[in-house]
């Protein structure tokens, strides 16, 4: 009995003796003790500050240019950072970019003949030699796009400019490119609008005896006058149908030439003396110039000693040499040759 005990006793010093490091079956596995995270701050952003409207407002010296008969003056500019299109629709949103808002004054004084305008290039901005017509064009004027006679009123009209622009970089180019444009600076010193008729020289020989007209009839070559012009007088366009503004490159020519009958012979043939249009002729470089128009009656009846004028015109090349030619054939023919520009 005491020997089974014994070996009891040294089997169990024996296992705890033993050096294999093993734990007990009962022992519980102990987690690592974890640390709490530090909280993130986030910082709340700084409130935007909406972008503004930045310009200047700028009152444009008295100028003013006629084109088509009717009178265009531009009055205030405003340059800013608000795009035309904003700026058309009143949402005073700024932008990159740097704006010239221009107002123009439109008036139409004439009795009769309206001048039809296209919206985005009738007005166009000279900067440094390039033109660029206005992208957006607004008026106050209706119909739009079209001054009739008697109107007056406003039209506005913006461009893109670079930075640092002033008055005195840009100029105001009234008319698209195919007709002949007006160029009005929108600095210096004052401009009035003032007529773009010019004075020809033109000189038929004087005194000069011998036009017939019919059979024998004489007729005297008083006097003549041409005069040239971008614009074609309202009265003329609206009976002939012709433009009201010369395309680009060329111009309105006129002449009037003032007979005086000297002698009336045959009348039986004549039916009268009658004084005709169809006595001045044009040739542009050579050419014959196409038909043009008769401002005033185109046939007058007159007795010996009477002087009738009669004016006709026609649309030449700025450039060319034009010949005015007086008579017909069978009688004196006398001719002059003008230059136009």
Same mark, same amino acid.
């Not at 008969?69 to 058309?88: Q, W």
């Given at each position: 009995?005491?020997?089974?005990?014994?070996?009891?006793?040294?089997?169990?010093?024996?296992?705890? !003796?033993?050096?294999?490091?093993?734990? *007990?079956?009962? #022992?519980?596995?102990?987690?690592?003790?974890?640390?709490?995270?530090?909280?993130?701050?986030?910082?709340?952003?700084?409130?935007?500050?909406?972008?503004?409207?930045?310009?200047?407002?700028? #009152?444009?010296?008295?100028?003013?240019?006629?084109?088509?008969?009717?009178?265009?003056?531009?009055?205030?500019?405003?340059?800013?950072?608000?795009?035309?299109?904003?700026?058309?629709?009143?949402?005073?949103?700024?932008?990159?970019?740097?704006?010239?808002?221009?107002?123009?004054?439109?008036?139409?004084?004439?009795? #009769?003949?309206?001048?039809?305008?296209?919206? %985005? %290039?009738?007005?166009?901005?000279?900067?440094?030699?390039?033109?660029?017509?206005?992208?957006?064009?607004?008026?106050?004027?209706?119909?739009?796009?079209?001054?009739?006679?008697?109107?007056?009123?406003?039209?506005?009209?913006?461009?893109?400019?670079?930075?640092?622009?002033?008055?005195?970089?840009?100029?105001?180019?009234?008319?698209?490119?195919?007709?002949?444009?007006?160029?009005?600076?929108?600095?210096?010193?004052?401009?009035?609008? *003032?007529?773009?008729?010019?004075?020809?020289?033109?000189?038929?020989?004087?005194?000069?005896?011998?036009?017939?007209? !019919?059979?024998?009839?004489?007729?005297?070559? #008083?006097?003549?006058?041409?005069?040239?012009?971008?614009?074609?007088?309202?009265?003329?366009?609206?009976?002939?149908?012709?433009?009201?503004?010369?395309?680009?490159?060329?111009?309105?020519?006129?002449?009037?030439?003032?007979?005086?009958?000297?002698?009336?012979?045959?009348?039986?043939? !004549?039916?009268?003396?009658?004084?005709?249009?169809?006595?001045?002729?044009?040739?542009?470089?050579?050419?014959?110039?196409?038909?043009?128009?008769?401002?005033?009656?185109?046939?007058?009846?007159?007795?010996?000693?009477?002087?009738?004028?009669?004016?006709?015109?026609?649309?030449?090349?700025?450039?060319?040499?034009?010949?005015?030619?007086?008579?017909?054939?069978?009688?004196?023919?006398?001719?002059?040759?003008?230059?136009?520009?």
């Amino acid at each position: 009995m005491r020997s089974v005990l014994g070996v009891l006793v040294a089997a169990l010093v024996a296992a705890a !003796c033993s050096g294999d490091g093993s734990r *007990s079956a009962t #022992e519980a596995e102990t987690p690592a003790p974890t640390s709490t995270p530090e909280p993130t701050v986030v910082e709340a952003a700084p409130t935007p500050t909406a972008p503004v409207v930045d310009g200047r407002v700028i #009152e444009i010296e008295e100028r003013s240019v006629v084109y088509g008969g009717v009178v265009f003056s531009p009055l205030v500019a405003e340059i800013s950072n608000e795009d035309p299109t904003s700026r058309e629709n009143g949402l005073g949103l700024p932008s990159t970019g740097t704006y010239l808002h221009l107002t123009i004054g439109v008036e139409n004084p004439m009795s #009769e003949a309206t001048l039809t305008l296209d919206d %985005r %290039r009738f007005f166009s901005l000279r900067v440094d030699g390039t033109i660029t017509p206005a992208p957006l064009l607004s008026d106050d004027i209706a119909p739009r796009s079209a001054v009739r006679p008697g109107v007056a009123g406003t039209m506005r009209a913006s461009w893109e400019v670079p930075v640092g622009f002033t008055l005195s970089d840009g100029a105001l180019v009234v008319g698209p490119a195919e007709a002949r444009q007006a160029i009005l600076p929108l600095a210096g010193l004052a401009l009035t609008a *003032s007529p773009t008729l010019r004075a020809v020289p033109v000189d038929l020989g004087g005194s000069i005896d011998g036009v017939v007209v !019919c059979g024998p009839t004489v007729l005297r070559i #008083e006097n003549a006058l041409a005069t040239s012009s971008a614009d074609l007088p309202a009265d003329v366009a609206d009976s002939g149908g012709l433009p009201r503004r010369a395309f680009a490159g060329q111009t309105f020519l006129e002449t009037t030439v003032a007979f005086t009958v000297v002698s009336v012979e045959g009348t039986e043939d !004549c039916a009268g003396t009658i004084v005709s249009a169809d006595l001045i002729a044009f040739t542009s470089d050579g050419t014959a110039a196409p038909d043009g128009w008769v401002d005033g009656p185109a046939d007058v009846a007159a007795e010996v000693g009477d002087t009738v004028a009669i004016t006709v015109g026609t649309m030449v090349n700025v450039d060319a040499q034009v010949r005015i030619t007086v008579g017909r054939a069978g009688g004196a023919v006398q001719g002059a040759t003008v230059a136009p520009g």
